[in-house]
């Protein structure tokens, strides 16, 4: 048998598919945000670069040869592990981006800046000024907020309006000064209560930051301070729309691919299954054509199971209909004599002899005998079709040797060939002494007066369990090969004369099929031979 999946096993696979389909989405989403902050983070290290530099130069520059602290003693003086870092690292010191949604913690907005009175050198203050022009003028383009603070984290360049004030006891600068380079998230500090497009995207309401130490040899001279907002997500995705709208088309055509999938594979077999039942169920159709090919397990049941149920009807329905014209047969003959034995002596009992009238009292006894037995015959048939296997055992030597004591008389002589060693068989007493007495009484009213009955054990398979064979030989005139195509046949009886109803042998038939067992016509060159075989 084909491995078929299991209708659930495709429903989980197509949920689960769906289930991605968004998760997707958002994952997707989730690194195209982060991209953005990492961009903007990596332009701000480049301009840090540029400003750093700059300010150095100019700071350099103006500063005085003959001041009484010289330049190599102004600022503060590194921290152990970045002064290893200068002295014995490789001069090529990249940054590179690494800022993530998803991994960095998200810091609250920045203390606002205090006022100070102290006053920063005035070299710095120079340096700055000079600076300040070009951080403007880059400004327009990078959209960037820019400050230069001095090593004691005063403000003496800035794009916005903070020159002079300290911004010392931010954690950040303070950590600066002592030679650490640092990128982190801030909140942007906006309206919570404000919407618009850009509020869906959580980049839209952060700010990312970059404090780097400006480093003149040993000591720290300053640090710059830069932070923008990153792109816009709404449009950045506007700038991508095609692409986006290829990815949609995309995913509807997954959707849709999706959909065809289960319709084929569930809804449409299970339909069909559906549309010929009903058709079977209304009478409009006989038979019940199987699918071909059942893509899922349960549906490949379903078709087989009820392909069996249409031809089981189908059967019953041929069966019911043979039953009661047999039935109809059967009974309007012994019926017909009655009624017109009835008529005959109620009309005509006064002119008849005694002779006569013993005769038609005969005949009505003799047919309403055959009704009685035909009656009790068509219930233990009734009773076979419905039989259903049962947890019983029988003794089947016990019962053939007292069955031979009843029968075994001048009329008809019973031999006996029995396994002593034979184990109980799987049926009730009184349906298996029924079936011995039928097959008995078939052999009797067919005009044998010798019967063989000989027991034995059968195995055709190994993987099953024995079973018991009985084979009931006599010495009557036989079957001819005509009538035995019929022999099972319910009503169908040679012996009508002899009492004979037809239904002996259907009866047998039914209950050992009930039993998982069978009844053979062996073919024989003198009289007639059955083979009966009982599971253990």
């Known amino acids: 048998m084909a491995w078929r999946p299991r209708i659930r ?62 330049i190599s003693e102004y600022g503060r003086e590194l921290e152990s592990n970045r002064l290893t870092e200068l002295l014995f690292g490789n001069k090529w010191r990249p940054r590179y981006a690494k800022l993530d949604l998803s991994r960095d913690s998200i810091q609250p907005k920045p203390p606002d800046p205090y006022l100070t009175l102290r006053k920063p050198h005035p070299v710095a203050t120079i340096a700055g000024i000079e600076t300040l022009s070009m951080m403007r003028e880059a400004q327009s383009t990078t959209l960037a907020g820019m400050r230069i603070v001095d090593p004691d984290g005063i403000v003496i360049a800035t794009t916005g309006k903070q020159e002079g004030t300290s911004l010392r006891h931010w954690t950040e600068i303070h950590q600066a000064i002592k030679g650490e380079y640092q990128t982190f998230l801030r909140e942007r500090g906006i309206d919570k209560k404000s919407f618009s497009l850009a509020s869906i995207s959580r980049s839209a309401s952060l700010r990312v930051y970059l ?38 088309l995309v995913l509807f055509i997954v ?10 594979n569930i809804s449409k077999p299970i339909e069909l299954v559906t549309r010929q039942a009903k058709r079977v169920a209304s009478g409009t159709q006989a038979s019940f054509s199987p699918i071909l090919k059942p893509k899922t397990r349960e549906v490949a049941e379903l078709t087989t199971a009820v392909t069996q149920m249409a031809e089981t009807l189908d059967m019953r329905a041929n069966y019911i209909r043979d039953f009661a014209s047999h039935v109809s047969h059967a009974f309007k003959t012994p019926l017909t004599a009655i009624r017109g034995a009835i008529e005959l002596l109620s009309e005509h009992s006064e002119a008849m002899t005694p002779a006569d009238k013993q005769k038609f009292l005969s005949n009505l006894a003799e047919d309403s005998g055959y009704l009685e037995r035909l009656v009790t015959r068509l219930l233990e048939l009734a009773r076979a079709d419905t039989l259903s296997p049962a947890q019983a055992s029988s003794d089947l030597v016990d019962i053939l040797k007292h069955i031979q004591s009843r029968y075994n008389d001048e009329h008809l002589r019973l031999r006996l060939s029995l396994n002593r060693e034979a184990q109980p068989v799987n049926m009730n007493q009184d349906l298996l002494e029924s079936i011995l007495i039928n097959l008995v009484e078939n052999a009797r009213q067919h005009g044998a007066t010798e019967l063989d009955i000989l027991m034995s054990t059968h195995q055709s398979d190994i993987m099953q369990k024995p079973d018991v064979v009985v084979k009931f030989i006599d010495n009557g005139p036989g079957i001819s090969k005509a009538n035995a195509k019929r022999l099972f ?40 031979q059955f083979k009966i075989m009982i599971p253990l």
């Open 489 to 528: 046949e319910p009503f169908f009886t040679t012996a009508r004369k002899h009492g004979g109803t037809g239904l002996g042998l259907a009866v047998v038939r039914s209950i050992l099929q009930a039993h998982n067992g069978k009844i053979e016509l062996v073919p024989s060159e003198q009289g007639a």
């Open 211 to 248: 404090v780097a130490p400006i480093v003149n040899e040993r000591r720290v001279i300053g640090a710059v301070v830069l932070s923008r907002t990153p792109a816009n997500i709404s449009k950045a995705l506007y700038r991508h729309r095609y692409k986006l709208l290829t990815g949609a």
């Open 255 to 264: 959707v849709f691919m999706i959909s065809i999938f289960i319709s084929l």
């Open 9 to 70: 096993t495709i429903l989980l696979l197509v949920n689960l598919g769906v289930l991605v389909l968004p998760l997707g989405g958002i994952t997707i989403l989730r690194f195209y945000e982060s991209s953005l902050i990492r961009q903007t983070e990596a332009s701000l290290i480049a301009q840090g670069a540029f400003i750093a530099a700059a300010y150095k130069a100019s700071f350099i520059r103006h500063y005085p040869p003959d001041s009484k602290t010289p």
